[in-house]
């Protein structure tokens, strides 16, 4: 088994991976079951993948189920007045331990259900994706979405302990991994040259299976995530606010999308990583050849890197509209994540979104 801890003071969890982890659930979850019982929510897909295994590892502990529809909809007003009506109904209290099974949906509706209901309940992350398990699990960022975009209400609120077992990758849609391997590429591109270069060599034998690889990229991603969180856990320094290379521009594609299936969070990632670096080479900061590089990879493992392969023909204002929305604005100013090169992203805060518009215009 592969720990990871998440160093917070007295918030401080651990991250447990392996493999076959769910089968033997119970010998990490049992000790949070009140009255021997545990409430799991997750949704319709993975209840009918990854609940019947759960239930099996947890051996003699109940659980209570609560199973919503599939979907980035799901993160929504509506579904988490559900939900906290379900949970208060089960009788949760604040000393619970709330399970969260699944991906970065469930996994946030249900951290942030935790954090406001009866004013703050304990959760559990079990990432069923490859993209929870990289990324969303970690760090505490909890929210829904709404009409004026993405993740803007929710709160930040740690889990007491992640649970990654890479074994659930083995039932996903191949298009479900491929956009959870925009997240691990990001690691790379953020501040880690070789993880990058190690990307190229192995990211095609992770999409196809290859546990050792799935294991190590897991492992290295949330390394990576855990050590920024815990120095900067409210994206206060600067640091964090590294982790969202590519979501400025992902973000303004989902919305543009509708945050449907037409275009997945991972896919808008990948896309947003590629224009932040055509857009850092068309300023001046960073080669063309590194951006070709990067749309190279992407482009290799089947990831959309042009407004075209993301389904979107919006022109450059429409799409700065929407960014007008992000939580990250400043005094009418967005902060944009830019590199000077693969391994090298850094937190540009005077970029001219007239600039940003008629960049994305020539995308088109």
């Known amino acids: 088994m592969i720990r990871v801890d998440v160093g917070l003071g007295d918030r401080s969890y651990p991250i447990l991976i392996e493999a076959g982890l769910l089968d033997r659930a119970a010998e990490h979850l049992s000790k949070f079951a009140r009255n021997g019982r545990l409430v799991v929510v997750t949704d319709e897909s993975v209840a009918a993948r990854?609940?019947?295994r759960l239930v099996a590892g947890l051996g003699q502990v109940r659980i209570d189920p609560i199973i919503l529809p599939a979907g980035e909809a799901t993160k929504s007003w509506g579904m988490l007045e559900r939900l906290t009506d379900q949970l208060m109904e089960l009788g949760v209290e604040r000393s619970d331990r709330i399970v969260a099974l699944g991906g970065g949906v469930i996994g946030d509706l249900v951290g942030f259900a935790a954090s406001i209901l009866k004013r703050g309940c304990g959760f559990i992350q079990v990432p069923t994706t490859l993209l929870a398990q990289v990324d969303s699990s970690v760090g505490g960022k909890t929210a829904i979405n709404t009409r004026a975009g993405k993740n803007l209400?929710?709160?930040f609120?740690?889990?007491?302990?992640?649970?990654?077992?890479?074994?659930?990758?083995?039932?996903?849609?191949?298009?479900?991994?491929?956009?959870?391997?925009?997240?691990?590429?990001?690691y790379g591109l953020i501040d880690d040259f070789d993880f990058f270069a190690w990307c190229e060599a192995h990211g095609t034998a992770l999409l196809e299976g290859d546990t050792d690889a799935r294991t190590k990229a897991i492992a290295h991603s949330v390394a990576a995530k855990a050590r920024v969180v815990a120095a900067d856990e409210r994206e206060t320094s600067g640091l964090r606010a590294l982790l969202n290379l590519g979501h400025t521009f992902g973000h303004a594609l989902e919305a543009e999308t509708g945050f449907s299936d037409v275009l997945l969070h991972g896919e808008g990632v990948a896309c947003g990583m590629a224009l932040a670096f055509r857009f850092s080479a068309a300023q001046g900061l960073c080669s063309?050849?590194?951006?070709v590089r990067v749309a190279r990879h992407l482009d290799a493992v089947g990831l959309p890197t042009t407004l075209k392969a993301a389904h979107v023909d919006a022109d450059g204002a429409t799409l700065v509209g929407h960014m007008a929305h992000d939580k990250k604005m400043e005094g009418g100013r967005l902060p944009f994540l830019l590199a000077r090169g693969i391994g090298q992203t850094f937190l540009a805060k005077d970029v001219d979104l007239a600039e940003v518009a008629a960049f994305l215009d020539g995308e088109r």
């Open 50 to 52: 990854q609940l019947p």
């Open 153 to 155: 209400i929710g709160a």
């Open 288 to 291: 063309g050849q590194d951006a």
């Open 157 to 186: 609120h740690q889990p007491d302990l992640v649970l990654i077992d890479p074994t659930t990758l083995d039932t996903l849609p191949s298009r479900q991994v491929r956009a959870g391997y925009a997240e691990v590429v990001k």
